[in-house]
């Protein structure tokens, strides 16, 4: 199952959840109901006598009152679930700071964290999507790890201590993966939407809980009334968490076999996720967690606290055959003896062999970027690349750890700085030409202040000129500083960048490439809720834009060749089915517009239109190999389309 199918199968399971919520609430306001009336239902007299004609409450007689609390009991689901989805709104890092999670800092010294990071790093530009924040649970002995946010835009990665002390690089890169596959396959967001709906469940718990609680003065019937109520609240509460259980355990069983698999593949090497299962099962601490974990079960590695109904993964035995088919459970004996021996699994913070490059492609770009020169054409396959959206491969990872490793130090130490993070993002816009040089700077000043002017002197003093290849890694491991920025701040740090693009009268590839980058990383932040959903237009409806956006693609890979351009072209309407008029001239004329235009247009394609469209835009850069400037600007149609085009490797 490919990326595009996955999220197709992420809209249909987001509706079966709006579904399961919706029963799930119906069921709680019927036992509501049917408290209400047994203990508050009126009981009819007889007008005459004025006795009691029925000792039992008739519906007919109470359906204002029924009306009534089925109404409340709606509305306080809702306002819980409300207000709890609101608070999530801030992005992932809530949620890890709510279980006591804490940021890794850009400057830290412990080598565990420095891996960690730089596991996230290399993933995140290998799949290429923004690099998440990262979080680690330092009071959790257990292993465990989580993935949160509404897109990949605001994702965080939380790991716990244990898993950073117990697994080695190899493990750790398999439950990283395991989390990257559910932000990439949808996952992440139907899982923090789950949060808040299942907050509306249980608010009624825990409002009874308070009820009870509460220490009240002397008996009489009101004090009366508030326990039953109390109690009442509890009960149907408690049946609340009973159909919760039932949600996450329907929503995430089964897709932790499909992450579990997507890791393999990520990594390719099964050893990697499946002794980080293994070491689970061996370890006293396994992968309980101390903080309160019911609400987020369903989000983690492996179960956060002891479930004996309605688990929300399966069972890890279950999941490590299903990794490695010939295991044994008598492995995990030996297992236990050694890790108590050795119970910390300590390594380099690096990953082994970084720095030993080999003979062939990997080698020559590697000395390419050492020396400062663009990397050679590679030719791509359409068929490949598209397969490997959402999956990439261990070679992508390579290329991505040598392209971090490449990064100046004290850009990259920038980059990861909150305080240094509008600089850095300024000094890919800097000209080499002196004056207009100058009005960039002046521009910053005014902009930015002076204190921003100086830091971006010392970074151009110090790296005045950065490869063409590093501009990418370098603006997307500044992202997670940049997302924790003042709102304020980001929206003047656009609007500065428009302005330094323009300086000099041109736009440039990269420099629209990185103002659309950013821009969707400022829109995503401010409005995490409403990002990261797949659409439903169809492509037949969007042929003009589709043209456009092939068009300008195919110049720009091939400036100055018209010839050349055509056949590109041609290659990328005939995977469409869409004819060439050939009586119309290639035209750059007014490109940034007429691109914005066309990714407008084509923003909310449903996936299966999306798979077509990325498969001809591919076939379109590849024609005849791809450039620089085709990598870049590849980028960038597919962050407004939301496909997480891996890098070339």
Not at 135 to 147: C, H, P, S
Not at 440 to 467: F, K
Not at 570 to 585: C, K, M, N, Q
């Amino acid at each position: 199952m490919n990326f595009f199918e996955q999220q197709e199968r992420a809209r249909w399971r987001a509706r079966r959840l709006v579904l399961l919520f919706v029963l799930a609430v119906f069921c709680i306001i019927l036992v509501v109901d049917l408290v209400v009336l047994a203990g508050f239902g009126w009981v009819r007299t007889d007008a005459i006598s004025g006795r009691p004609v029925s000792s039992m409450p008739r519906l007919a007689d109470n359906l204002p009152l029924l009306a009534w609390t089925s109404l409340a009991t709606a509305v306080a689901i809702g306002l819980a679930s409300l207000y709890r989805i609101v608070d999530l709104r801030q992005g992932g890092g809530v949620v890890a700071q709510g279980l006591g999670g804490v940021l890794v800092s850009p400057d830290t010294s412990d080598p565990l964290h420095q891996r960690l990071r730089n596991v996230v790093e290399e993933m995140a530009i290998a799949a290429g999507v923004p690099v998440p924040e990262v979080y680690v649970l330092d009071r959790e002995a257990g292993i465990n790890a989580f993935a949160a946010g509404y897109a990949p835009a605001d994702a965080a990665i939380a790991v716990t201590r244990g898993a950073l002390q117990h697994l080695t690089r190899a493990e750790l890169q398999g439950v990283v993966a395991h989390e990257f596959s559910h932000i990439l396959n949808g996952d992440m967001r139907i899982n923090v939407r789950l949060i808040g709906l299942l907050f509306g469940i249980l608010a009624l718990a825990l409002v009874g809980r308070l009820l009870l609680s509460v220490r009240y003065g002397r008996g009489g019937r009101a004090t009366i009334a508030l326990l039953g109520l109390g109690m009442a609240l509890l009960v149907t509460g408690y049946i609340g968490v009973l159909f919760g259980r039932l949600i996450q355990a329907s929503v995430a069983r089964q897709r932790e076999y499909l992450a579990d698999a997507s890791a393999v593949q990520f990594t390719r090497e099964p050893a990697g996720i499946a002794g980080a299962l293994k070491k689970i099962v061996a370890l006293g601490s396994g992968s309980v967690l101390t903080a309160n974990s019911e609400e987020i079960s369903h989000m983690l590695f492996a179960a956060g606290f002891q479930q004996r109904f309605l688990a929300t993964h399966p069972p890890l035995v279950e999941r490590i055959r299903a990794i490695e088919p010939d295991f044994e459970s008598s492995e995990l004996a030996s297992l236990r003896q050694y890790l108590v021996r050795h119970p910390l699994a300590l390594e380099t913070p690096e990953m082994p062999g970084l720095a030993r490059v080999g003979n062939g492609a990997s080698g020559a770009l590697a000395s390419r970027l050492g020396a400062g020169l663009a990397p050679p054409r590679l030719a791509l396959d359409a068929d490949r690349i598209s397969a490997r959206i959402g999956r990439p491969r261990p070679e992508q990872m390579a290329a991505a750890a040598r392209l971090v490793e490449a990064l100046p130090g004290v850009l990259a130490r920038a980059a990861r700085s909150d305080e240094w993070v509008i600089e850095v993002v300024c000094y890919l816009l800097i000209d080499s030409d002196a004056d207009i040089r100058d009005r960039q700077l002046l521009l910053v000043a005014q902009t930015m202040g002076l204190d921003s002017e100086r830091r971006l002197n010392n970074l151009l003093g110090a790296v005045p000129r950065l490869t063409p290849t590093l501009r990418l890694p370098l603006l997307e491991i500044a992202f997670p500083s940049l997302r924790r920025r003042p709102a304020v701040e980001l929206q003047r740090l656009l609007e500065l960048v428009e302005r330094l693009i323009h300086a000099d009268g041109r736009v440039e590839v990269f420099e629209y490439v990185l103002a659309r980058l950013l821009a969707a990383q400022v829109r995503d932040v401010l409005h995490p809720g409403a990002s990261g959903a797949p659409g439903s237009a169809r492509l037949s409806a969007r042929q003009p834009a589709v043209r456009d956006l092939l068009i300008l693609l195919a110049i720009h890979g091939r400036p100055g060749d018209p010839a050349a351009a055509t056949a590109a072209l041609r290659v990328g309407l005939d995977t469409l089915g869409l004819e060439h008029e050939a009586s119309s001239p290639l035209s750059a004329a007014d490109w940034p517009r007429r691109l914005d235009r066309a990714l407008e247009r084509l923003a909310a394609l449903r996936p299966a239109d999306q798979e077509r469209l990325v498969r001809a835009l591919i076939a379109t850069v590849s024609h005849a190999g791809i450039q620089q400037s085709e990598t870049e600007l590849l980028r960038a149609i597919a962050a407004a389309l939301r496909v997480p085009i891996p890098i070339p490797a």
